[in-house]
């Protein structure tokens, strides 16, 4: 089994190499031809996955679990949330427009700051609580729940756990078609220990 802080951390490190390889991407009608739209396509359905199995799941545990739990996860909900519209700038657009460009140095640098919350403000104050068979239990829901999750951004869905679960299933049931239809495709998931 693997825990939870493992399967966000992998997450975690997939989107920052996706960050490191987009940061200087090519604009004007270089990006079209360089690849930019798949990268960013994967960058925002691993997004989409991510943030939706942290607010179903993880969230909801920081909030009952500590003391300012729902100061931190209002906080990073806030984030999450202002994440999503950019997403929904970059599934919107192209290369090569500057409002997409703008969004996507917008989301590399947000999320940047949004990893380095988690990990070094939340993930050690929730670690002190939770014991190992917590978070492996955590670890395998997320890794479940991570297989049914939307795959775009959804920035105007709720962001509370109960209307994550029950209208996340039906956006990711739709997402699936979408991308089916469309032929879009899903990034790999980063590998688990």
């Known amino acids: 089994m693997v825990d939870a802080f493992t399967v966000l951390r992998n997450d975690h490190e997939s989107v920052l190499g996706m960050f490191e390889v987009l940061d200087g991407a090519p604009q004007g009608s270089g990006a079209q031809l360089s690849g930019l739209g798949t990268m960013v396509t994967d960058l925002v359905v691993a997004e989409s996955r991510h943030e939706a199995i942290e607010q179903q799941y993880f969230w909801p545990l920081v909030r009952e679990r500590l003391e300012d739990g729902d100061k931190l996860a209002d906080d990073a909900m806030s984030q999450e949330n202002s994440g999503k519209h950019l997403l929904q700038k970059l ?3 192209k290369p090569g427009e500057d409002e997409y460009h703008g969004a996507l140095a917008a989301f590399i640098t947000a ?4 990893i380095a919350y988690e990990q070094n403000v939340v993930w050690p104050r929730l670690a002190a609580e939770l ?5 492996q239990e955590l670890g395998a829901t997320l890794l479940n729940a ?3 999750a939307p795959t775009r951004p959804h920035p105007d869905t709720p962001s509370g756990p109960g209307a994550q679960k029950m209208m996340g299933t039906a956006a990711a049931t739709l997402d699936k078609m ?3 239809v469309t032929g879009r495709s899903h ?3 980063p590998p688990t220990p």
Not at 111 to 114: F, L, N, S, T, V
Not at 131 to 135: A, D, G, P
Request: charged share 50%.
């Open 91 to 93: 599934e919107n657009g």
């Open 111 to 114: 999320g940047r700051k949004h």
């Open 131 to 135: 014991s190992e068979s917590e978070l």
């Open 146 to 148: 991570k297989k049914k």
């Open 178 to 180: 979408r991308d089916a």
């Open 187 to 189: 990034p790999p998931d």
